[in-house]
């Protein structure tokens, strides 16, 4: 499956973004799809990741601000970012995979799929 991700920007601190990540070759049926992040000089960081069974996990800078969804037709995941806050100022990657286990869904390294990042910049 080829990811693309989209959606990023620059915005004030306390606006809202919505990340896609669109699926081509196949859908997202039966697959972990999960946001992270990353910022120059810091690790990669989990930030969301939705199960194939619909379960959510966010990392807990998140939990409550960010909402990842999937279409209808599986084919789109997306991540509603809303109050952010300028340490949200990051590269967002999509990655998905079918055999994600739930110990190794925050893991960036246990995904076999991954987009090009899109740019997220929170301005104080």
């Known amino acids: 499956v080829q990811l693309q991700a989209s959606g990023g920007g620059l915005v004030q601190a306390g606006a809202f973004l919505r990340l896609s990540c669109v699926a081509s070759?196949?859908?997202?049926?039966?697959?972990?799809v999960a946001w992270f992040r990353h910022t120059p000089g810091k690790d990669r960081e989990f930030v969301a990741a939705?199960?194939?069974?619909?379960?959510?996990y966010y990392s807990d800078s998140v939990k409550g601000r960010f909402t990842i969804s999937r279409d209808d037709a599986k084919t789109t995941v997306y991540l509603q970012m809303d109050s952010l806050r300028p340490e949200d100022t990051a590269v967002y990657y999509c990655a998905a995979d079918p055999s994600i286990i739930l110990s190794s869904i925050r893991a960036g390294r246990y995904y076999g799929y991954w987009g090009q990042g899109t740019q997220v910049t929170v301005s104080s």
């Open positions: 939705l199960r194939w069974n619909g379960y959510t």
């Open positions: 070759g196949r859908t997202f049926d039966r697959q972990t």
